[in-house]
């Protein structure tokens, strides 16, 4: 099962992404979660990638393309994967088509987790990040059993530098330019669905399971 997940950012998409992985063993592929690894190792694409994320700018198409068809031609994905932050352009989401083609492949679900603008800025600045494992917290609505602390690995938790509230402005700007348009995208190939991302994190769960079966 090939599945990729839109919304805004801070919709919730890594949050359910990561239990989707669990429930239907697929891997989770991040590519915002690869670049912030990146930045930590003080890798080239590392430092490349920090420079528009910082501003809440995309990463540009031709770096993050190579990225995810390299990790998408893995091993561990035969049997499909868990998309969350890509594609993020049309471009983008035309070579996934092109390569999946290629292949006598396509995507099978696009889930939307809409959660409107208003919601987004207070999530987004409780918002906890575990740089080692990429897990995600909310100092309200999904505290780490220890505060400061990762439950998965034990890393410290951080406040993403993206999550500033003038820097989440700009990327729900770019949101709603570049990455919008992918819904109509999805739902001229008949495989959008979409699910209200402001109920409780379970239930959010909850219709994606009924969805995906
Ligand atoms: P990325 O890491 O993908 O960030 P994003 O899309 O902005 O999304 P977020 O990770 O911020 O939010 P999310 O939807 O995963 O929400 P979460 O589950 O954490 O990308 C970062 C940057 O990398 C981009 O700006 C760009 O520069 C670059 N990049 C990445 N991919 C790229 C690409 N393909 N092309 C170009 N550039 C790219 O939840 C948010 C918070 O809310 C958490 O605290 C969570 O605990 C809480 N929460 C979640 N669900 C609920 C709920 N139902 N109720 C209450 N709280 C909830
Ligand atoms: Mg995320």
Same mark, same amino acid.
């Not at 999946?100 to 889930?111: N, R």
């Not at 780490?144 to 602390?149: A, F, N, Q, T």
């Not at 690995?153 to 410290?156: A, H, I, M, Q, V």
């Not at 951080?158 to 999550?163: G, H, K, N």
């Given at each position: 099962?090939?599945?990729?997940? =839109? $919304?805004?950012?801070?919709?919730?998409?890594?949050?359910?992404? +990561?239990?989707?992985?669990?429930k239907?063993?697929?891997?989770?592929i991040?590519t915002?979660?690869?670049?912030?690894?990146?930045? +930590?190792? $003080?890798?080239?694409?590392?430092?490349?990638?920090? +420079?528009?994320?910082?501003q809440? =700018?995309?990463?540009?198409?031709?770096?993050?393309?190579? @990225? @995810?068809?390299?990790?998408?031609?893995?091993?561990?994905?035969?049997?499909?994967?868990? =998309?969350? $932050?890509?594609?993020r352009?049309?471009?983008? /989401?035309?070579?996934l %088509?092109?390569a999946?083609?290629?292949?006598?492949?396509?995507?099978?679900?696009?889930?939307d987790?809409?959660?409107?603008?208003?919601?987004?800025?207070? &999530?987004? *600045?409780? &918002?906890?990040a575990? @740089? *080692?494992?990429?897990?995600?917290?909310?100092?309200?609505? /999904?505290p780490? +059993?220890?505060?400061?602390?990762c439950?998965t690995?034990?890393?410290?938790l951080?406040?993403?530098? %993206?999550?500033k509230?003038?820097?989440?402005?700009?990327?729900?700007?770019?949101?709603?330019e570049?990455?919008?348009?992918?819904?109509?995208?999805? /739902?001229?190939k008949?495989?959008? &669905?979409?699910?209200?991302?402001?109920?409780?994190?379970?239930?959010?769960?909850?219709?994606?399971?009924?969805i995906?079966?």
């Open positions: 099962m090939k599945i990729v997940m =839109l $919304g805004a950012p801070g919709a919730g998409k890594g949050t359910q992404a +990561k239990q989707i992985a669990g239907y063993g697929l891997p989770h991040s915002g979660d690869i670049f912030r690894a990146n930045i +930590k190792n $003080g890798t080239e694409l590392g430092k490349e990638a920090k +420079k528009y994320m910082d809440g =700018l995309l990463v540009p198409d031709e770096l993050t393309v190579r @990225l @995810l068809l390299d990790r998408v031609s893995r091993e561990d994905c035969k049997n499909g994967y868990v =998309l969350d $932050g890509f594609p352009t049309i471009p983008q /989401a035309n070579v %088509d092109e999946l083609e290629k292949l006598g492949d396509q995507i099978d679900y696009a889930i987790v809409d959660v409107p603008d208003e919601n987004i800025v207070r &999530r987004m *600045s409780g &918002r906890r575990c @740089l *080692s494992c990429g897990a995600t917290y909310h100092v309200a609505y /999904a780490p +059993k220890k505060e400061g602390i439950d690995c034990g890393s410290e951080v406040l993403r530098d %993206d999550d509230p003038e820097t989440v402005q700009n990327r729900l700007h770019v949101y709603h570049q990455t919008q348009p992918l819904i109509d995208f999805y /739902a001229r008949g495989v959008l &669905r979409t699910v209200d991302g402001t109920q409780a994190v379970e239930d959010v769960f909850e219709a994606i399971c009924k995906l079966g």
